[in-house]
């Protein structure tokens, strides 16, 4: 057992003595020459765009340090602490005042006092900011007068606070708006164009585009013509998206988080990763610099705890196990309620021709998403047994239950919806109900309206098939009223109900609440 094991934690790699091993600094001393050189273009942002966890944080506080040494003054903000959207612009120019030496603030007191609007006063006498925050939204808010006169005082404030610290450019850094609520991240780039349109001043904005297109959709309306790469153009003057890192700049990152967490040891032969380690690795975390650190962490907590218990423990196998839940754990659920799943994949993936075609149609679920098939046929170590795999399985480090995200929510309620249709062709009504019965709980969680009209509907089928017809009645009833919401197949949900009523009738289980509801929906 490793006793110096260690957790990666989520800093950036910040340290601009040392190379980046994502191999970032090619074109963060770019980005470097042309801030100093536009100092009489600004004011100027510079969109740093990216995934998750693909060093966009990292990229930034390299360009802030290599920044600091060419006598800029830099700020960093993140909007993420600031709940309301109302609060995060407030945070903005609260962060930017925190930089005011109080000589400096006396005089810009002075200024504000021109400024004639109720409120003032109070801004003024709290100016310390401890009551700032409070009062600022009132004042901002009262008219187009405050807005120029406020751009005129901070113009003013930046150029004597640039010259007290004898600096030549203001460069203010805007991080993490893909954890912020969407709307609060089309409020913060509002207040920029608003209220920071200033000389000698330019921002630098870390961003996810998708977070955008949200935020637009909150505060516009889901039919806004608006897209988010449109709202950013108005934006951003200089848009730079992280590339993905190569293979070998993420084979050197990834052995320095091997080495810094403590796990050389496990990994290693001759003072060496092991190549088959590295290569599964690199291709489960698809190149993402914070999924490999994620996979280091689980990996090496549950290391100890399976060396300890399984006799012929072997890391490969935990290794893509572990992999195969951080990335696909919308399939290693299956996996890992069905264990006989991946015996099947097993066989499959070493059968002949004949194999492949006889166990197609079962793992067709499984088998469709091209890069975990890859990932798989490369990668899939031989598990002796359902007992062994259990043994692997135990102790999983992520909840069963977790919550996904809806990308991979709808993947997932996909996958159970088609599951529950292959059991329901082979007569398997128990489980056809369970997996309909979970792809309605996931759709309801990502709010998918069409597919959760569908899963109610295969309810309400296999309620039918079970002889269950007033059961059956219910779920096509709340399908059909969904569908009148939303205009998809009212003509087959009514069509089906008539048949449905005619079969009940005959049977003399006909529900209470069906005459009504076909008189709705002629």
Known sequence: MLKHLRILGDAPFDDVSERDPLGYDDFIDSLVDIVINSKNATPFAIGIQGDWGTGKTTAMRRLQEKLKHENCLTIWFNPWKYREKEEVWKGLIKTIFDEIPKDLSKKVMEKWKNIALVGTDR????????????????????NARFINEFETIMEDTIGQLLK??????????????????????????????????????????????????????????KDSEISGTNYIKKIIQLPFRVPKPGKEEIKKYTEACIENIGASEIFSEENKIKS????????????????????????????NIKQERISDYDPKKLIYLLLTQLRWHDLFR??????????RIQDYTTGDENIKETLGDELKLLLGREDFLKFTENNLPNFKSVGELERYLKHSTLSRAEKPIAFHGKYEADTFNQMGLIYKERGDLKNALNNFEFALKLYQEIGDLENIATS?????????????????????????????KTGDKQGETLKYLRSLKKESEESKEVSEEFPKAMKEGE
């Open 164 to 221: 007290e610290k004898e600096k030549n450019l203001l460069i203010i850094f805007i991080d993490d708006l893909d954890r912020c609520r969407p709307e609060c991240s089309i409020r913060i780039l509002e207040a920029i164009k608003l209220y920071l349109s200033i000389p000698q001043c330019a921002f630098v904005i870390g961003f996810d585009i998708d977070v955008i297109e949200k935020g637009i959709k909150a505060i516009y309306g």
């Open 123 to 142: 801004f003024l006498g709290q100016f310390g900011m401890d009551g700032i925050i409070s009062e600022i939204k009132s004042i901002f808010e009262l």
């Open 276 to 303: 088959e380690y590295m290569d599964t690795i690199i291709q489960g975390t698809n190149s993402n610099p914070r999924e490999v650190k994620r996979f280091l962490n689980s990996f090496v907590f549950l290391h």
């Open 334 to 343: 299956l996996i890992d309620e069905n264990k006989h799943l991946m015996m």
């Open 456 to 484: 109610l509907e295969n309810i309400g089928i296999i309620y039918r098939e079970k002889g269950n017809l007033d059961r059956a009645l219910r779920y096509h009833e709340e399908a059909l009223k969904i569908n009148r």
